[in-house]
């Protein structure tokens, strides 16, 4: 069902005090999630000293994190479709902000897990919510298409902004840093309650995919354990490789339950439809190139060239900044080009942001060596980041908008834990132990380096598939189940 503030988003520039107010509120909750990643990261070194956490449990304040979000998306996108996307994402929102109170106050390590794991598992269910609430909200168009800018614009500034705060932050607590999106989650929580249409929940007549949100969420939540769990477990190891295959047998009951159910978790015939599955591919190498190269980069100035946590922060902040500044700009060029080329264009940045960062020393100009990077890399995620968005959700009917969400995300995450833990065994596959001299580590990072171009160029090259020689409309129709249907739609997907 279309929500009813639709009809007051037909003119991109005669938004309602109200509907500007729902976006905000979309929007505090993604910039949240951004910022809460990025801060957790810098805050490790003194968790762990209080705490009296080992380097093997301290990874999981943000692994247990990565394990909620990337397991319950699924399952998190399809309950906004089918108990109403305004009631899941206040809900989801409210746990979010008891959550963030309860880390702050812990005095345990599997306590504040837990915790890490609670967020998680809220970002899962606020995440594709608050983008389907968005797609029906906003009419398909210029319109969605400034929305979504917006949206994403602001999940790049929390990132950028939770580096800083961090290192700010850590100097007086690391609980600060747990406790500060508390306060943001309830005064959005409250302008939520007033603002934010209700929605009508799905007519569901085949009842609900019970088996299949229990297989698709165990699927889910094993493969980002074992992926997580990877590297120090050993990836040859018999524990590594059951794992892998339960995930396999699990998924497979999945596809084989989604394809008989009348009402299945996740339509699988979303995926004939080439631009969308573009759009997931695209997210699983962007985000996860992303994601390794921060981790090597983030080493580097830190443990390499001993910068402070600070500074660190702010070496990353012009990729940022360029990103918030240039959000007003990329939904026009979206309009114009069309999200198959902008994605194209954003790769190829991607890439050479990359390339270029293969060039540093011991010894580095942040003006010539590091600072070209980050600007290119800022532009890469300002143009790649709304397109990919974009190209999911458009041509989806609103039934269906959070189940695309949800999928969408769930590329995202898995694709970080994937090619993160890849990039850090390569990484430990290339060290020479404890005892190595700075150039011998610094020589250990570039092989991850290089697998981080090459997960760029692997998405640029998918991507590349979606850019015809004529300039044609950009629609993306995912395919019905029947048939009948898909084979009635099926010249109208083929135009990319």
């Not at 159910?261 to 985000?287: E, H, K």
Request: one cysteine or more.
């Amino acid at each position: 069902m279309t929500s009813p503030l639709t009809a007051a988003s037909a003119s991109p520039e005669r938004w309602s005090p109200r509907l500007w107010g729902t976006l905000l509120v979309l929007c505090a909750a993604m910039f949240l999630d951004a910022l809460d990643v990025s801060m957790v990261g810098v805050a490790l070194p003194s968790i762990g000293s209080e705490l009296n956490l080992s380097t093997s449990t301290l990874q999981w304040v943000v692994s247990g994190y990565i394990l909620g979000y990337g397991g319950l998306l699924l399952l998190g996108g399809r309950a906004a479709d089918l108990l109403g996307r305004r009631r899941v994402f206040l809900i989801a929102l409210a746990v979010f902000a008891l959550a963030s109170l309860l880390g702050g106050f812990v005095d345990s390590g599997p306590l504040l897990i837990a915790s890490r794991f609670i967020k998680g598992l809220s970002a899962a269910f606020t995440a594709p919510a608050g983008l389907s609430i968005i797609t029906t909200t906003f009419a398909e168009g210029p319109v969605r298409n400034r929305a979504l800018t917006i949206y994403t614009t602001c999940a790049a500034t929390g990132f950028s902004m939770g580096l800083v705060l961090s290192g700010l932050l850590t100097e007086a607590s690391w609980r600060l840093t747990m406790l500060l999106p508390a306060p943001i989650a309830v005064i959005a929580l409250i302008a939520g309650l007033k603002l934010i249409p209700r929605s009508a929940r799905e007519k569901n007549a085949g009842g609900y995919d019970v088996p299949g949100a229990v297989t698709g969420t165990a699927a889910m939540l094993l493969l980002v354990f074992t992926v997580v769990e990877a590297p120090e477990a050993g990836w040859a190891s018999a524990r590594t490789l059951l794992s892998f295959l339960a995930a396999a047998v699990l998924l497979a009951v999945f596809v084989r339950i989604e394809l008989r159910t009348a009402s299945p978790l996740i339509r699988l015939g979303v995926l004939r439809s080439g631009p969308q599955l573009r759009a997931q591919i695209g997210a699983m190498t962007f985000f996860g190139g992303y994601v390794s190269f921060q981790f090597l980069a983030t080493q580097y100035f830190q443990t390499l060239l001993g910068w402070s946590a600070l500074e660190t922060a702010l070496a990353f902040l012009p990729a940022g900044a360029l990103v918030a500044l240039s959000s007003t700009k990329v939904g026009s060029v979206i309009d114009r080009f069309g999200t198959p080329r902008v994605i194209v264009a954003g790769f190829v940045l991607l890439v050479a942001s990359y390339v270029l960062f293969l060039r540093v020393s011991l010894t580095p100009s942040y003006a010539s060596m590091v600072l070209p990077s980050m600007i290119l890399l800022g532009f890469a995620c300002a143009l790649v980041f709304p397109s990919l968005n974009i190209q999911a959700t458009n041509g989806v009917d609103d039934d269906e908008q959070g189940m695309v969400s949800g999928l969408l995300n769930t590329s995202i995450q898995v694709g970080g834990a994937i090619f993160l833990a890849v990039v850090t065994a390569v990484i430990t596959a290339a060290s020479h132990g404890a005892d190595a001299s700075p150039q011998a580590v610094l020589d250990s990072y570039r092989p991850g380096l290089i697998v981080v171009t090459a997960i760029a160029v692997a998405g640029l090259l998918i991507t590349l598939t979606g850019v015809r020689t004529r300039r044609t409309r950009e629609t993306v129709v995912v395919a019905k189940s029947q048939p009948q249907e898909a084979a009635e739609r099926e010249p109208v997907a083929a135009r990319d």
